[in-house]
Every structure is written in C-alpha cells, then in structure tokens.
C-alpha cells in the first residue's frame, strides 16, 4: 500500500489546481434545456456520499454514477480512468468536493469544457480551498449547503417535477436532525475532552462535538503522504502511553505502518479507538453513516472516560 502510495500522485497533494476548481465553479449556471418527458438526469458525483445525497434528492429522477464508491480502497490515491471520463461526458450536473481533494475531476471537467453542464463544488459552498481540511462531508453544516444546490440543480433541469424536488429536500433536511441533536449530545457532555488522530478525516465532526484534538501536525503529514518528524511521533506515542488523550481517532482507508504503529499502541495502552472511513460504506445512507460512527464515539469516549476515571483513583491512592 505504502509502496504503491509512493508512486501516485496523492490527492491532497498541493497540485495547483485552485483556478481549475474556479472555472468549475463559474459552470454553476442553470438552463440547460428540458428533459424528455421520462429521460432521468444524469448526474456523476466523485464521491459516493454526494451521489447519495443526489439520489434522495432526485429519486427516481435521476440516473446517478458516484466515482469514488469503495470504503476498502485510499481515495487519496485514486486516478481517474477512460471510464470516469466517459461517465462525466454525459453528466448534466456533476457534483465533488473540491479543497483538492479530487484534483482528478477539475483535471478533466477542464478537459471537456463546453458541455452543458452544472457544476457543484462542496468546497465552494463551504468557503474552503486548497490547504484547508478537505473532508468537508464530516461537517454537520456542508450538506444541508450541498443539499440545497443539487436540489435548485434538479429543478432548474426539470422543472415539472419541482414539488417532488421540494418535498425531498424538506425530507432530507429533516431527517439531519438525529445528527445534530447527537452532536449536541456528545458536546454537552465531552467538550474540551482531549483525544487523537492518525489523520485528520474525522476532524471537523471533532470539532463539532469540541473535542481537542491533539498531534495535528502528525495528521497532516499523514494525510499528505510526507514524513512526519521524530519530534511529533513521539509526541503522539506520549499521549498514548501516558493516555493524556481518551481515544484514538483512526482511518481505516489508511493502512500506511505508521498508523498501523499508532493503532497497536494505543490497543497495548488501553486507549479506545474509533474507526472511521473516508467512503460512504454500501448499505449505508450518509445520514445512518454519520449516526453509527457519532455512536461509535460516544461508545469510545464512554470507555475512555471510564479508564480516566480508574487511573485518576488509582494515581489518588499511590
Ligand atoms: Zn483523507
């Protein structure tokens, strides 16, 4: 995996491709003429958790291919194919994350400019660019944002069907809730509680649930497929053994030694870990996604809390 890593060119990569993601992002314009009657909009999402995002919007509407779709592969590594272009010629809304995290498709929306096409770039809504966290999805406030385009997308595309459009946007906006009363959840009890991560995928869900997360200088190297230094490992081994942080955060997409290391360690040091993927796992909605792994940490930091407790009567008696 590392090996292969090494030869690829790794999403989050500077590659400057900030006036690429522009010119997508000034294709946001609506118009494009009528459907027939019964033609579902094609629709090509670059990951698969705006494809679904997509298909509860546009049901049966919309004929929806999601390009990075498998929760067992590195999308930091992924190229895109002859494959991924021919689905994008016949896109008529396109929708991916931007923030560099999927260089590959600015690459070649630049190269097929000219279609008709609607363009949707999470990190546009979001206000974020090259050099901010890229795992945009993992903020409570990106896909209500992402929501509302797709569905003013849908209905600029076809028209007729814009109750049904407004009806699964109310639904969808919706059935967020259990996701932000779950944050809040979360937040009211465990703010400010340190804890860690291999890479920063799960950050902004961190952040929302404030927690403090600890050895970002670590993650980033991590994500960036650069080396990290003696001086921050060790670091990050310290929280570990010292359990100064109640879980370790983990991407199970990235199976590089180092993280690998990190895993083990805090397994040896009684520190809880939470795994979380990058890729929406199959069977999963991006709402009941969120939800399972917020419980996940609610569950690691419960444990987590428990053992801080036991050592904290333990460190009184000695
Ligand atoms: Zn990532």
Do not use: C
Not at 91 to 110: E, F, I, Q
């Amino acid at each position: 995996m590392k090996k292969i890593g090494s030869m690829l060119i790794g999403a989050h990569r500077a590659l400057k491709l900030s006036k690429y993601v522009a010119a997508g992002a000034a294709a946001f314009a609506f118009g494009h003429g009528a459907f027939a009657a019964e033609a579902k909009i094609p629709v090509v999402a670059a990951e698969n958790f705006y494809g679904d995002v997509v298909q509860q919007l546009g049901g049966d509407r919309v004929d929806v291919t999601s390009i990075l779709s498998n929760p067992d592969q590195d999308p930091h590594l992924f190229e895109a194919s002859p494959k991924t272009a021919r689905a994008l010629q016949h896109a008529s809304l396109v929708v991916y994350n931007g923030a560099d995290y999927d260089p590959w498709m600015a690459k070649l929306l630049a190269a097929s400019k000219g279609t008709q096409r609607t363009t949707i770039v999470a990190a546009d809504l979001t206000g974020k660019k090259s050099g901010d966290n890229p795992h945009l999805w993992y903020d409570p406030a990106t896909m209500p944002k992402v929501a509302r385009a797709v569905s003013e997308a849908l209905i600029a595309a076809d028209p007729a069907h814009k109750s049904a459009y407004d009806a699964n946007l109310a639904k969808f906006l919706d059935s967020l809730k259990p996701i932000d009363a779950k944050i809040a959840e979360l937040h009211g009890r465990y703010a400010g509680v340190p804890v860690t991560a291999t890479e920063p995928v799960f950050g902004y869900m961190s952040d929302a649930v404030g927690l403090t997360m600890r050895n970002q200088r670590f993650q980033l190297a991590a994500m960036n497929d650069t080396e990290a230094s003696a001086a921050d490992i060790a670091a990050f081994e310290r929280d570990l053994r010292d359990k100064r942080v109640r879980v370790l955060i983990y991407n199970s997409q990235a199976t590089e030694a180092l993280t690998q290391r990190m895993l083990k360690l805090a397994q040896q040091s009684q520190v809880p870990t939470l795994s979380v993927t990058e890729t929406q796992p199959a069977g999963k909605t991006y709402q009941t996604w969120m939800l399972s792994q917020l419980d996940a940490l609610g569950t690691a930091l419960a444990a987590g809390d428990a053992k801080a407790a036991a050592s904290g009567t333990k460190g009184k008696t000695q």
